[in-house]
């Protein structure tokens, strides 16, 4: 009978094993799929008072965003430790059907609301930017690419 009970601990600790199995975790969480995790880069549509410029965004694997403003020109500069591209720290939130930035820091806010394209290839959406002497504009289109 011994040698019975030992076959069926055997037979429990096995079949324990192969039916617990970790769970993937899913890309729709607070910060986090590594699909998005990447530098976007785009232009805004001209805006009444000016042209076009160029918009970044960092999305990194902790949650944590940074955006580029650079108003030279619409199209994005290789370098952006220059001192003409604008930063501001902030996060990101990635819920099953959009993806919303937001970066606050000296008085600039920082919005992004898009989605991504089915193959993650680019995020498109509405941008709104304001700073401390109030809203600059609201849900200006932006499209991104990686």
Known sequence: MKFNLN???CILLISLFVSCSKEKADDTNNG?????????????????????YAVGVLLKQNG???AFRFYGSSVFPSDTSLSTVLKTNGS?????DSLIITCNSGGAVFVYRA???SDTSALQGKLSYGESGGL???NLTVNMSK
């Open 115 to 117: 989605a991504a394209t």
């Open 64 to 66: 944590a965003a940074r």
């Open 136 to 138: 600059v504009f609201n």
């Open 32 to 52: 986090g799929s590594n699909k998005l995790q990447a530098f976007w880069k785009g232009s805004t549509s001209p805006m009444q008072t000016s042209s076009a």
């Open 92 to 96: 990101y939130l990635l819920t099953s």
């Open 7 to 9: 076959i069926y601990v």
